[in-house]
């Protein structure tokens, strides 16, 4: 084979892909000084692009066409690559073919960054080959990276290459975090991406929440993204209850997201109780949520009787739910009675805690006394019961007894039946002597009652 000029290996090149590889192995002459201007290179990148199928076909075919293009690039693309020294020619072999440039980057990739220096630069490339655009994001990532200063080109990247700005995030999270600064912006990301929203949040909850500052905010990202809404929930739920502030707010929750309002009122039961103040709302969440409104009762069930003034309105919670109404009537009865003194109360309160001079008070004071003791209290300490115990070893011994003699007949051992049936005795007198002692009438026991005279 002889030595080609660059036009003489382009045509070779656009006949014969195959016969175009072979003398590129042959190196019958120095690789490095077939393209000498940007013009011949430009030409065999178009050429091709130009030869790529524009429809299936198969890869051995495919193959035949990029096989001497990378093998000349990958010998002298050091060499092409100083014919690019400016990113404008650069763009412009992009242009025409953005697989022979990437495949120029891959070989001379220090030639090629060095022509990026912005974030306009890299949004060109972007637009022009979006692969490129990826190889030298990752190429060099602090000086790319450093071209996003804010949220507008953050959102930029977002919408033209979505894995890149995941990267971006990924590597600098408080960097990109801070290009954040409203709920505006975070829901505007939220549109464009909710997997990324979802992820900023992760990795910058605490920034984020600070974003939500009313109802409507939080019921906005509730609609757009109902498991972004909890995990904000879950990181702050005490900011999240401050932000509902009437019932019609906590029953809008209810219709929206069930399972989110149990949990609010969970984590803040008193607030939300505190939104409550007709017996009808509380019927209302009855009816959308029982469970909710059963634990209402039982966390404060005065306090939902307050709401029941009337007969009427018990009345028409009962229909609904009979046993709800059931609870709360006897909330209501025992906050009525709670506020009178028993008659046990009374009478402590009508005991004297000094010495009077009255004879007839003093003695209704002992008589008080004398009743106190002769009917203990709850808590006074009981006497310990023998007789039962004993009445316990007395069957044990007799139930022993039994066996042993069972097992002296079986066995043919007289002294067992003669041990069996001492033990069996003696037990059963025990049993029988503690039983009398245990059901003795209580007129016959110690009165340790004082009498007065």
């Avoid at 000029?5 to 690789?31: G, H, V």
């Avoid at 060109?124 to 655009?133: F, G, Q, R, T, V």
Wanted: proline share 4%; glycine share 4%; hydrophobic share 45%.
């Amino acid at each position: 084979m002889a030595i080609l000029t660059a036009d003489e290996f382009i045509s070779l090149y656009q006949s014969n892909p195959k016969k175009a590889l072979l003398w590129l192995q042959s190196k019958e002459m120095d690789l490095t000084r077939l393209f000498t201007s940007r013009d011949e290179v430009e030409r065999l990148a178009a050429m091709y692009y130009a030869m790529l199928p524009s429809h299936n076909l198969s890869t051995e075919i495919i193959r035949e066409i990029y096989e001497p293009i990378y093998y000349l690039v990958n010998a002298a693309g050091n060499q092409i690559a100083d014919l690019y020294n400016t990113l404008s020619a650069f763009m412009k072999l992009v242009k025409i073919s953005s697989g022979f440039a990437s495949q120029l980057f891959k070989v001379a990739p220090a030639k090629i960054e060095v022509l990026f220096n912005s974030y306009n630069d890299f949004m060109a490339l972007e637009e022009a080959s979006i692969s490129l655009a990826s190889d030298l994001f990752h190429h060099n990532f602090p000086k790319v990276a450093s071209f996003f200063q804010n949220f507008h080109q953050f959102m930029a990247l977002e919408k033209a290459h979505s894995s890149l700005a995941a990267d971006l995030l990924n590597k600098q999270t408080a960097r990109v975090a801070d290009f954040f600064t409203s709920y505006e912006q975070f829901m505007a990301l939220e549109t464009a991406n909710s997997s990324r929203s979802y992820d900023l949040f992760r990795k910058a909850p605490a920034k984020i929440a600070s974003f939500f500052t009313s109802f409507d905010q939080f019921m906005a990202l509730e609609t757009a993204h109902s498991s972004l809404a909890y995990d904000l929930f879950r990181h702050n739920p005490a900011k999240i209850a401050s932000l509902f502030t009437t019932f019609e707010q906590f029953m809008a929750l209810e219709v929206a997201h069930s399972s989110l309002a149990s949990d609010l009122f969970k984590k803040a039961p008193d607030r939300i109780i505190g939104l409550f103040t007709k017996a009808d709302q509380f019927i209302a969440l009855e009816k959308a949520h029982y469970s909710i409104a059963s634990d209402m009762v039982r966390h404060a069930p005065e306090k939902i009787a307050l709401l029941f003034s009337t007969e009427d309105s018990l009345q028409r919670l009962a229909a609904n739910n009979s046993s709800l109404a059931d609870r709360i009537s006897k909330a209501r009865k025992t906050k009525n009675t709670s506020s009178h003194p028993t008659r046990q109360q009374a009478r402590s309160y009508s005991r004297p805690d000094t010495y009077s001079p009255n004879p007839a008070s003093a003695a209704h004071s002992f008589h008080d006394q004398a009743y106190t003791y002769s009917h203990a209290s709850p808590t006074a300490p009981a006497r310990t019961n023998y007789s039962f115990y004993l009445q316990v070893f007395g069957g044990l011994m007799a139930t022993a007894g039994v066996g042993l003699i069972i097992a002296g007949i079986i066995l043919a051992q007289p002294e067992f039946i003669g041990i069996g049936l001492i033990a069996a005795v003696v037990g059963a007198g025990i049993g029988f002597f503690s039983g009398k002692v245990t059901n003795q009438k209580p007129d016959e026991e110690e009165d340790l009652t004082f009498k007065f005279v």
